[in-house]
């Protein structure tokens, strides 16, 4: 059993074993085979052939259910499937994506995110899941952020706890980020950008929970 995960779970993923040797296909969207990542214990290698792509690129929707669902990032294969074995058999409208590594995220992945209504990266509670998430947004700035608790990742706390932990965390994220869209209109697309400080006159506010929180919105202009 790969991770604590429900057998049915690898089967349909195409996870394969060899005694301690766990075989993981990464696809293309069309779901032919891009290549296979091999895990034995620690150690995790790529098979035959060149270059990376996000897990889970076959289970995306089309751009029609897309433009209405959230789509999750998460730091492994592992914690993708363990969120698709839990939240997806009853929240329809959220999906996921493994990144293979923390530090592996590439910015021309950003074309599997446009068609989503929301992005929300997860990492682990630890320096190099905040450093993940950071670098995913760095490359894709209308994703909204947020980091398991420390020491944990997605796949513990939803093994651990329930996946009822890690989905009001989407959710708080989902709602903030509405929240942001509301007041400062942007479609996320522009990432080189400088920026200025803003008036005390042209800050403004927003509502949360009753109480007005002083924002100010960062000014981005064309490089």
């Known amino acids: 059993m790969f991770k604590g995960l429900l057998p049915v779970t690898s089967q349909r993923a195409g996870i394969t074993t060899n005694g301690a040797l766990v075989n ?41 259910v897309a433009r209405n669902a959230c789509l999750c990032i998460t730091e492994g294969e592992s914690d993708a499937l363990a969120l698709r074995e839990t939240l997806g058999e009853y929240c329809a409208g959220v999906f996921c994506l493994g990144c293979p590594g923390a530090s592996a995220w590439k910015e021309e992945w950003e074309v599997y995110l446009d068609a989503f209504r929301f992005v929300v990266v ?19 700035p209308r994703a909204v952020g947020a980091c398991m608790p420390v020491g944990e990742d997605v796949r513990s706390v939803v093994q651990g706890e329930s996946a009822d932990v890690v989905l009001e965390i989407v959710k708080e994220c989902v709602e903030l980020e509405a929240m942001v869209r509301k007041h ?14 803003v008036p005390a006159e042209e800050q403004t506010t927003i509502d949360m929970d009753g109480e007005a929180v002083p924002v100010t919105p960062i000014r981005r202009d064309s490089l």
């Open 184 to 197: 400062f209109p942007w479609d996320g697309r522009q990432r080189a950008a400088v920026e200025r400080e």
């Open 122 to 140: 997860l990492g682990d509670g630890d320096e190099a899941g905040d450093m993940f998430t950071r670098r995913v947004q760095s490359s894709y």
């Open 24 to 64: 993981i296909p990464y696809r293309r969207p069309d779901g032919s085979l891009f290549r296979i990542r091999h895990v034995m214990g620690d150690k995790r290698w790529w098979g035959p052939g060149s270059g990376m792509l996000p897990y889970g690129l076959e289970t995306l929707p089309n751009g029609f």
